[in-house]
Nanobody, 117 residues
Framework: VQLQASGGGLVQTGGSLRLSCAAS????????MGWFRQAPGKEREFVAG????????LYADSGKGRFTISRDNAKNTVDLQMNSLKPEDTAVYYC???????????WGQGTQVTVSS
Protein backbone atom coordinates (compact mmCIF):
# COMPACT_ATOMS: atom_id res chain seq x y z
CA VAL A 1 0.00 0.00 0.00
CA GLN A 2 1.31 3.43 -0.93
CA LEU A 3 0.00 6.35 1.08
CA GLN A 4 0.08 9.99 0.03
CA ALA A 5 -0.89 12.60 2.60
CA SER A 6 -1.88 16.15 1.79
CA GLY A 7 -3.71 19.13 3.24
CA GLY A 8 -1.24 20.43 5.76
CA GLY A 9 -0.40 24.09 6.07
CA LEU A 10 -0.18 27.12 8.30
CA VAL A 11 -3.25 28.13 10.27
CA GLN A 12 -3.96 30.41 13.18
CA THR A 13 -5.06 29.19 16.59
CA GLY A 14 -8.71 28.20 16.44
CA GLY A 15 -8.61 27.49 12.74
CA SER A 16 -9.31 24.30 10.86
CA LEU A 17 -7.52 22.03 8.45
CA ARG A 18 -8.55 18.90 6.63
CA LEU A 19 -5.87 16.33 5.96
CA SER A 20 -6.39 13.73 3.29
CA CYS A 21 -4.58 10.50 2.58
CA ALA A 22 -4.86 8.71 -0.75
CA ALA A 23 -4.00 5.04 -0.84
CA SER A 24 -3.01 2.90 -3.76
CA UNK A 25 -1.93 -0.67 -4.10
CA UNK A 26 -3.39 -3.54 -2.11
CA UNK A 27 -6.98 -3.65 -0.90
CA UNK A 28 -7.43 -0.45 1.06
CA UNK A 29 -10.60 -1.63 2.77
CA UNK A 30 -8.73 -4.51 4.42
CA UNK A 31 -6.73 -2.16 6.61
CA UNK A 32 -7.27 -0.16 9.71
CA MET A 33 -6.22 3.41 8.93
CA GLY A 34 -4.79 5.96 11.25
CA TRP A 35 -3.20 9.35 11.64
CA PHE A 36 -0.12 9.92 13.74
CA ARG A 37 1.94 13.01 14.34
CA GLN A 38 5.45 13.94 15.36
CA ALA A 39 6.39 17.30 16.78
CA PRO A 40 10.00 18.52 16.81
CA GLY A 41 11.98 16.78 19.50
CA LYS A 42 9.14 14.42 20.36
CA GLU A 43 8.25 10.86 19.53
CA ARG A 44 5.61 10.01 17.00
CA GLU A 45 2.20 9.72 18.64
CA PHE A 46 -1.19 8.36 17.75
CA VAL A 47 -3.86 10.87 16.78
CA ALA A 48 -6.85 8.95 15.42
CA GLY A 49 -7.78 5.61 13.91
CA UNK A 50 -10.65 4.13 11.97
CA UNK A 51 -11.69 0.55 11.37
CA UNK A 52 -11.83 -1.07 7.96
CA UNK A 53 -15.56 -0.45 7.56
CA UNK A 54 -15.48 3.05 9.04
CA UNK A 55 -17.81 2.00 11.82
CA UNK A 56 -15.25 2.21 14.61
CA UNK A 57 -13.11 5.21 15.43
CA LEU A 58 -10.57 5.92 18.12
CA TYR A 59 -9.03 9.21 19.17
CA ALA A 60 -6.19 10.30 21.37
CA ASP A 61 -7.35 12.48 24.23
CA SER A 62 -5.60 15.44 22.64
CA GLY A 63 -7.96 15.41 19.68
CA LYS A 64 -11.26 14.25 21.16
CA GLY A 65 -14.06 16.65 20.33
CA ARG A 66 -11.88 18.54 17.85
CA PHE A 67 -10.72 15.96 15.31
CA THR A 68 -12.82 13.67 13.14
CA ILE A 69 -11.45 10.79 11.11
CA SER A 70 -13.35 9.36 8.18
CA ARG A 71 -12.69 7.06 5.26
CA ASP A 72 -14.12 6.40 1.82
CA ASN A 73 -13.32 2.87 0.70
CA ALA A 74 -14.68 3.56 -2.77
CA LYS A 75 -12.14 6.36 -3.23
CA ASN A 76 -9.36 4.79 -1.13
CA THR A 77 -9.05 7.86 1.03
CA VAL A 78 -8.94 8.62 4.72
CA ASP A 79 -9.39 12.16 6.01
CA LEU A 80 -8.74 13.93 9.27
CA GLN A 81 -10.83 17.03 9.92
CA MET A 82 -9.12 19.14 12.55
CA ASN A 83 -11.01 22.00 14.18
CA SER A 84 -10.15 24.42 16.97
CA LEU A 85 -6.48 23.93 16.30
CA LYS A 86 -3.94 24.82 18.97
CA PRO A 87 -0.23 25.60 18.75
CA GLU A 88 0.47 22.24 20.40
CA ASP A 89 -1.07 20.54 17.38
CA THR A 90 1.91 21.69 15.34
CA ALA A 91 3.61 18.60 13.95
CA VAL A 92 4.21 16.50 10.89
CA TYR A 93 1.14 14.35 10.40
CA TYR A 94 1.42 10.88 8.94
CA CYS A 95 -1.26 8.59 7.64
CA UNK A 96 -0.76 4.91 8.27
CA UNK A 97 -2.28 1.54 7.48
CA UNK A 98 -2.14 -1.84 9.14
CA UNK A 99 -4.08 -4.83 10.35
CA UNK A 100 -4.61 -3.02 13.64
CA UNK A 101 -3.87 0.51 14.81
CA UNK A 102 -1.11 -0.92 16.98
CA UNK A 103 0.46 -2.81 14.08
CA UNK A 104 1.26 -0.34 11.33
CA UNK A 105 2.67 -1.78 8.14
CA UNK A 106 2.59 1.26 5.87
CA TRP A 107 3.36 4.93 6.41
CA GLY A 108 2.72 7.96 4.26
CA GLN A 109 5.34 10.63 3.75
CA GLY A 110 3.90 13.17 6.21
CA THR A 111 2.37 16.60 5.86
CA GLN A 112 3.35 19.60 7.98
CA VAL A 113 0.73 21.29 10.13
CA THR A 114 1.73 24.54 11.79
CA VAL A 115 -0.60 26.39 14.13
CA SER A 116 0.44 29.92 14.95
CA SER A 117 -0.45 31.55 18.26
Amino acid sequence: VQLQASGGGLVQTGGSLRLSCAASGRSFSNYVMGWFRQAPGKEREFVAGIGWSGGHTLYADSGKGRFTISRDNAKNTVDLQMNSLKPEDTAVYYCAAGPTIATIHYWGQGTQVTVSS
